[in-house]
């Protein structure tokens, strides 16, 4: 795949600026930087601090023509020109794959970038099976793109970046949503082809031990402001690792520890007996058949527990998780309330009425935008409570406490679509909490919970969960998150071939 005369871009930003439209301050402002052709750098930041911002900058999303509309100050160069005038040597994954996915079919999605780059048409679908086999994708070029899951997905973004053999590499928490064994196999594919090319490289992700290794340097920013470290990652790390520490920055050996009342347990709120599940149909002639995702899963989630789901990408967590929280119906088999839930409603948990299922079952999509309905995050998180009768200065206090745990604060009159995507999951999360400490449902289905978080805020969420299992909710989620595991999992669903087995250890090896 590589090119050996292929040569990295540079970069130059100098006074650098960038404030979204609607925004009354700069996500960024000041940046002053310079990465050489070849560099392979880290960004870090807290959570909200523009790192996201500065990548879609770099890609040409932004400026005077770009697709992300806002303000810019300075200049921000590539190669000596704009960025949105020289978009051909970029290769971008951002935070969400479900916003790159411009085709019906894997290798057409894959093939896409190539076409509009103008490759030799004899060179295109030999390049385009060879990038999907390195990243591990499992299925041929004519899967549906809208059949598969959220790691799946960002496969597929993967291979389609890779496959253009960009002169600038910019990845935005690229495994974010990949279990452990894909995650490895997508690092050691970058080790690889950053060794046999001199591509430019900027990489966002926050769990830094994991990453470290691929890179030469780290920046870190300030939201709003400019750079605030730059350097080799050992002396960034030697020199500001305890104040970055307490900015959030997930720095090597600095793992948080959130403080978690014991989990208290309690009786089977919901129960899956015997639940299949099946692919979507799909329409067309070249369509895939429909096959069985899940078969004869039989799962109890109690109170007072927390229980987490785990397995490869594409296996049925989060079509689990649907069913389990009543937004989709098996194709065989039931999902039933038990105890409390039963006393509300006995009849399988898909056919309750949408008011009755949301004050008992509070959700967190893996798409954070799927469950926003109001035009600002204050409107978001005061819409539940006031739904299920709270009063109006008792939601008021509540929405008030939610923003300043989870940092929301300052973005209290902002439209939840503008969020970076960390801010969309706290914002998500909050929202499924948002009906208050007595008014909280009975069970929370999650779905990546902490996705893009920093430290701080990633504390903040695990110890709101805990409280709540400390006082009888369940709480079920789906994820890779291999220290959120550790840390509130007192039962450990996994999640293969067909299959959901159960297990109260939870062993690193097989999350």
Known sequence: ???????GARIELSGWGWKHSGRDTHALR????????GERVLLLGASGAGKSTLLHSLAGLTGEDGAISGDQEGSLLVDG????????????VSQDPETQLVMARAGDDVAFGLENLGVDPGLIWPRVERSLAEVGFPYGLRHSTGALSGGEKQRLVIAGALAMR??????????ANLDPAGAELVRALLSRLLGETEATLVLVEHRVADVVDLVDRVVVVEPGGGV?????????????????ADQGVWIPGNEPVPDLPPAPGGTPLVEAVGVAARTPFQVGVRAA????????????????????????????????????????????????????????????LVRWPARRLARHVGTVFQH????????????????????????????????????????LTRLADVHPYTLSGGEKRRLSVATALSSGPSHAPDLLVL???????DTRTWTELVELLGALRAEGRGVVMATHDQLLLRCLTDVRVRVADGRAVASDAVREADL
Not at 166 to 175: A, C, I, K
Not at 291 to 313: E, I, Y
Not at 447 to 453: I, K, N, V
Request: aromatic fraction near 4%; avoid cysteine; hydrophobic fraction near 40%.
């Open 447 to 453: 779905d990546e919970p902490t996705f893009g978080q």
């Open 1 to 7: 795949m590589a090119e050996p005369n292929a040569r």
């Open 30 to 37: 000041g940046v002053d930087l310079t990465v050489e052709p």
């Open 81 to 92: 020109r704009p960025a949105d005038r020289g978009r051909g040597g970029v290769g971008l």
């Open 166 to 175: 960009p002169r600038l590499l910019l990845l935005d928490e690229p495994t």
């Open 228 to 244: 605030i470290a730059d350097g080799a990652p050992a002396a960034v790390f030697a020199e500001h690792g305890r104040s970055l």
């Open 289 to 348: 058949p429909r096959r069985t995702v899940l078969d004869d899963v039989n799962v109890t989630l109690a109170a007072g527990t927390a229980t987490s789901l785990t397995g490869p990408n594409g296996a049925g967590k989060s079509t689990l998780l649907t069913m389990l929280a009543g937004l989709a119906g098996p194709h065989r088999g039931q999902v039933v309330p038990r105890g409390p839930l039963a006393e509300a409603d006995r009849r399988p």
């Open 368 to 407: 954070a935008e799927d469950q926003f309905v109001t035009a600002t995050v204050r409107d978001e998180l005061r819409f539940a409570p006031l739904r299920a009768g709270m009063g109006g200065a008792e939601t008021d206090a509540w929405v008030g406490e939610l923003m300043e745990r989870l940092r």
